[in-house]
């Protein structure tokens, strides 16, 4: 998914994939985000969003140490 924001494309992902991502339940993601652990973007329908850039820097240094 690709959104508009500023002048810029980001790329924005579902809680689904960014759980499969991690290896976690999209409900482990949506708490993450309410504990301010990882940022979201809500659309304007209430949805929460991810931005993929945030969501691979959080994974290189998981990835990192294996």
């Not at 290896?23 to 991810?50: F, H, L």
């Amino acid at each position: 998914m690709t959104k508009t924001s500023g002048g810029f494309d980001e790329e924005l992902l579902t809680p689904k994939q960014v759980a499969a991502l991690f290896g976690v339940d999209p409900k482990t993601v949506t708490r993450w985000a309410q504990e301010e652990k990882i940022g979201c973007v809500i659309t304007p329908g209430g949805y929460r969003r991810y931005r993929s850039a945030e969501v691979h820097a959080l994974l290189r240094p998981r990835n990192s140490s294996q």
